[in-house]
């Protein structure tokens, strides 16, 4: 087994959880920076982006969790992850 995968995943679960966290702070922040034409003024986005902080912290703790256990709960954990940097990035290309 390469002694490197547990550091891998966890590179990846930090580089998904900063990703989810700087998204969610944009949306969360929008309305200090709302769009043209945006007659809510930004505040549509309050809520989204706070959810998005809360699932990066999710993703960031159970990787932490996971981590400790054995190659199963780390490639669990890779999926996991995986999963979440596919759904972020298919819901910000709609």
């Known amino acids: 087994m390469n002694r490197n995968l547990p550091r891998t995943i966890a590179y990846f ?34 809520f989204p982006g706070l959810l998005l902080i809360l699932l990066a912290a999710v993703t960031y703790g159970s990787g932490k969790l996971l981590l400790r256990q054995n190659i199963w709960g780390w490639l669990l954990q890779a999926f996991v992850v995986a ?12």
């Open 83 to 94: 999963c979440i940097g596919l759904l972020a990035v298919m819901l910000s290309a709609s």
């Open 13 to 46: 679960d930090f580089v998904v959880a900063a990703s989810l966290v700087a998204w969610g702070l944009f949306l969360a922040t929008a309305p200090l920076h709302p769009p043209p034409g945006d007659s809510h003024g930004g505040l549509m986005a309050v």
